[in-house]
């Protein structure tokens, strides 16, 4: 990590436009500075900043790990430059309308046909998947319950149960350091859920790393460790990127990280193909993880996609079936139980009977209020994780701190948890029909199990699925307070650290412990409790609001709940208690997955331009000036504007000058860094700026083989000759590049850029004159803080 410095002037600032993309200054800027009468009487002033450089070239590696800070400064209205965007908006060059020309009506039916196929392979390889990680769940976490099962009951008899505590606490930590230590020293990108990426992604921004192979294989790793090590972590999150990462490498027909190329789906090497690919496999990640097909599709349209269709709805819903199906299958045949294909998915909830969750008219109240009471325990969750995340960015960011985090979480994890069931006194009868899976007796009488241990002594999810379905009377009051305040700790000391884990599982487990608490204590303060007879809808409310309180999500959460759980009488107060526990929850803090987004100083772009924001025009957010290329351009000057490190454009106008005296020219199209890299390869030259002479004929698939990881313009040699050759960038460019004139609204240019998915918006005068770029980060920087409209600085982070 390099020394760090801060330096912050207000200038002309740097962003993606031709302006491209890692842009710390654009030269040749003057200091602007806009005044403008805010609402209220305050003035408010917007500047164009310069970047603040976070980082500097290091000589050696030995000089970095001498020069690394035991702090890293962080400063939540940053944005970062270091990620780029993606291409949503097609090129429409001479090249691809060629092509689309040339392709019959048969051509696009197998197109069409192959994208099914597409999504079919992305829903049978995430049900893989999944079924790999719950199997190898099952006989890890089965393997060390057993074993500290045997032990506990053999030192309860002799004594020293101290010996068991060392002993679970030992394991877990030990299986937690396997997956900590891949994620923290071969892929950091694949900790956390991923679904903060996912959505990244999905909105446009290029994450780098997010969808390799060897994220997934980390990834998949990684959450075997965590939840078999005894986390308070989940597999849900890991699911929907796992889904989404297979789903861009099939998509692509070859692998890049392997370098092998399979000669399938070339078509479908662009961002915008890969996108809606990406979007089927966070689908089918959902319905494998919870059963939930309808809500996988609910989850990927409420979530992540920035573009949808009809046709695309139903793709991603044939995605989410198969992956289901296959998960089903594949389980059916590794329990024994081959055809039977009744399980709801990864995380079984268990099915409620229609009788048991029945629930009456005066009840939606107390189903209301446990929605505000979901949004308060949220809203407290996401406050005291987002300063623990921020303590972990300035202080544990080396490999080997994120590695002993991880397990003294585990660790301590274990010793609680041990605590908490030796110093319980809650136990209840094992009777014949007793589905418990590791029942622990410890001091209890024979016949007897302890009730704590049936929610730490478990896998989150058998966990749930016990505080759900056991009958009244399981668990008394003192052992769900306990249970809860304990585990909502943990959870969220948890949620964080550099492993491969979720967030969904933890929220139920909470949820489902306090709400079956308020359904006892309902019971308890009325004549006729029998009215509030059964626990587990109580439990099953409570899980949905909780939930919601974290992630705020409504429709998708509400189907996934109901499918989960196989039945729709609980529909209406489940929306209910979801709205309810979003509204309060949003009036205190954003969501968690928003809120990561956010310190991970992302260029995200929400729906719409912030609310006070129509009095700034295109001419106060654009990055000015540009630069810009001829149709017939010099060799030289392309390779050197391409090598400045000091503007690592990605998008440049393309201009006609009607005069040499003009200053910048007409627009007549837009050509982007890779295109030209590729042009630069592959020595399409004009030989002689005199002598048109015939160019070599370049194919899109020219353009798709160099698709995604375009070489660096270093690594392109050019000679001294070449240098002075001319290149026409007439068939490459996209000639309708779209434009916005200089007195457009923020609102209209947001609206614009996001809902087309553009990575570059042409600025025009009266004349069509370039006079500068929209680009994402110009949009991102404005937001709605504690004083109104507020502008965030550029960061070389």
């Not at 923290?184 to 859920?193: D, L, V």
């Not at 990280?257 to 809606?276: A, G, I, P, Q, W």
Request: glycine share 8%; charged share 20%.
């Amino acid at each position: 990590m390099a020394n760090i410095t801060k330096k912050v002037s207000w200038s002309s600032r740097g962003d993606e436009s031709g302006g491209g993309e890692r842009t710390p200054l654009l030269n040749g800027s003057e200091d602007v500075t806009y005044t403008r009468q805010f609402s209220g009487g305050r003035l408010f002033q917007i500047g164009r900043l310069s970047t603040v450089d976070l980082e500097e070239e290091i000589t050696s590696d030995e000089e970095s790990l001498r020069s690394r800070p035991k702090e890293i400064p962080h400063n939540e209205k940053l944005l970062s430059l270091k990620y780029e965007s993606l291409d949503y908006d097609n090129s429409e060059n001479q090249l691809f309308l060629e092509e689309e020309r040339r392709m019959s009506y048969v051509g696009f039916k197998c197109l069409e046909i192959s994208r099914w196929v597409v999504c079919g392979l992305i829903g049978f390889l995430t049900g893989l998947i999944a079924c790999f990680i719950d199997i190898a769940v099952e006989y890890m976490a089965g393997l060390k319950y057993l074993v500290v099962k045997d032990n506990i009951e053999k030192f309860t008899e002799v004594g020293g149960l101290s010996i068991s505590l060392i002993l679970w606490a030992v394991l877990n930590a030990a299986i937690v350091m396997l997956g900590a230590i891949i994620v923290a020293f071969f892929e950091p990108i694949a900790a956390g859920s991923g679904i903060p990426q996912i959505k990244c992604y999905l909105n446009g921004v290029k994450i780098p790393r997010v969808v390799r192979l060897k994220t997934l294989v980390v990834k998949v790793f990684g959450v075997i460790c965590s939840v078999a090590g005894g986390l308070a972590v989940g597999k849900e999150g890991p699911m929907i990127h796992s889904g989404a990462v297979v789903a861009a490498g099939v998509s692509q027909g070859r692998s890049t990280s392997l370098k092998k190329d399979f000669k399938m789906f070339e078509y479908f090497r662009r961002d915008t193909e890969k996108r809606d690919f990406v979007s089927a496999g966070a689908a089918a990640g959902v319905s494998a993880a919870f059963g939930a097909p309808v809500g996988g599709v609910l989850f990927s349209l409420e979530e992540g996609a920035s573009f949808w269709n009809q046709m695309l709805t139903w793709r991603i819903f044939f995605a989410s079936m198969i992956s289901t199906f296959t998960l089903n299958f594949f389980l059916s045949i590794y329990h024994k139980k081959p055809g039977d294909l009744s399980s709801p998915g990864l995380i079984n909830f268990g099915r409620f009977e229609s009788d048991s969750v029945a629930y009456n008219l005066y009840e939606i109240p107390l189903f209301i209020i446990m929605g505000a009471i979901g949004g308060l325990l949220g809203a407290l969750f996401n406050f005291l994780n987002y300063w623990l995340t921020i303590f972990r960015i300035r202080y544990v960011h080396r490999p080997c701190l994120q590695v002993i985090e991880a397990m003294l979480v585990a660790a301590v994890t274990a010793a609680v948890s041990f605590v908490m069931i030796y110093t319980s006194n809650d136990c209840q009868p094992l009777g014949p029909d007793q589905s418990e899976e590791y029942p622990l007796q410890l001091f209890c009488d024979d016949g007897e199990y302890n009730s704590m241990a049936t929610a730490f002594f478990n896998t989150p999810e058998r966990s749930v699925r016990s505080l759900f379905h056991n009958a009244a009377g399981t668990y008394n009051p003192l052992t769900l307070s306990l249970f809860t305040g304990t585990y909502f700790f943990l959870a969220c000391w948890t949620y964080g650290l550099t492993v491969s884990a979720g967030v969904f599982i933890p929220a139920l487990l909470i949820g489902a412990a306090w709400g079956r608490l308020f359904g006892i204590l309902l019971a308890s303060i009325t004549s006729t409790g029998s009215i509030w007879a059964d626990p587990g809808k109580y439990a099953l409310i409570g899980a949905a609001a909780q939930l919601g309180g974290i992630v705020r999500m409504t429709l998708s959460l509400t189907v996934i709940m109901v499918e989960a759980t196989g039945n729709v009488t609980y529909g209406l107060p489940i929306m209910l208690v979801l709205m309810t526990a979003k509204i309060v929850g949003d009036y205190f803090i954003e969501g968690l997955y928003d809120i990561h987004i956010k310190l991970g100083s992302v260029p995200f772009l929400h729906w719409d331009a912030p609310a006070t924001s129509h009095w700034l025009t295109a001419r106060e957010v654009m990055s000015s000036p540009v630069t810009y290329f001829n149709k017939i351009e010099k060799v030289g000057t392309i390779v050197d504007v391409l090598s400045n490190t000091s503007n690592n454009h990605n998008g440049f106008p393309v201009v006609v000058r009607l005069a040499a005296s003009d200053e910048s020219g007409k627009i007549c199209g837009l050509i982007l860094r890779s295109q030209l890299i590729v042009l630069l390869k592959h020595k399409v030259f004009v030989e002689l700026a005199r002598s048109r002479l015939t160019q070599r004929k370049l194919q899109l698939k020219d353009f798709r083989d160099a698709y995604p990881r375009f070489p660096p313009i270093q690594s392109i040699h050019v000679s001294q000759d070449e240098r002075e050759c001319m290149m026409d960038l007439t068939e490459f460019m996209n000639p309708t590049p779209y434009t916005v004139p200089e007195e457009t609204s923020l609102p209209r240019v947001f609206k614009l850029f996001r809902a087309l998915g553009l990575r570059h918006l042409v600025v025009v005068d009266h004349e069509n004159r370039v006079v500068g770029l929209v680009t994402r980060k110009d949009l991102a920087r404005y937001h709605l803080g504690k004083h109104g409209l507020e502008e965030m600085q550029l960061a070389q982070t």
